[in-house]
């Protein structure tokens, strides 16, 4: 079983960057279109950012031009940077395949992020 374990989270200011991580056990990102989910306290799972195996990004509105998505197969590690970071970010993030395939891999713990001045 591929284990997701996210990290790279914390308490931040608005304004703020974070870089996360999200290390896969083997490599499966040449192999599946990948992004970063949130969870926000009392919504939905969103999907904030998308990478296509060939690297072609999208993104949510909310988020275009502040976060970029990126991954390193040799590394077997997908990153989050996030920059001007805004109060309304404030989630739990997670990676998972796009869509999320969730019958071959389980989610991970996510790591918590937090904007607040």
């Known amino acids: 079983q591929v284990q997701l374990v996210e990290s790279g989270g914390g308490l931040v200011q608005p304004g703020g960057s974070l870089r996360l991580s999200c290390a896969a056990s083997?490599?499966?990102?040449?192999?599946?279109?990948m992004g970063w989910y949130r969870q926000a306290p009392g919504k939905e799972r969103e999907l904030v950012a998308a990478?296509?195996?060939?690297?072609?990004?999208n993104y949510t509105d909310s988020v275009k031009g502040r976060f970029t998505i990126s991954r390193d197969n040799a590394k077997n590690t997908l990153y989050l940077q996030m920059n001007s970071l805004k109060v309304e970010d404030t989630a739990i993030y997670y990676c998972?395949?796009?869509?999320?395939?969730?019958?071959?891999?389980?989610w991970g713990q996510g790591t918590q992020v937090t904007v607040s001045s």
């Open positions: 990478i296509t195996r060939v690297g072609t990004t």
């Open positions: 083997r490599s499966i990102f040449k192999i599946h279109a």
């Open positions: 998972h395949t796009d869509p999320p395939l969730e019958w071959y891999y389980n």
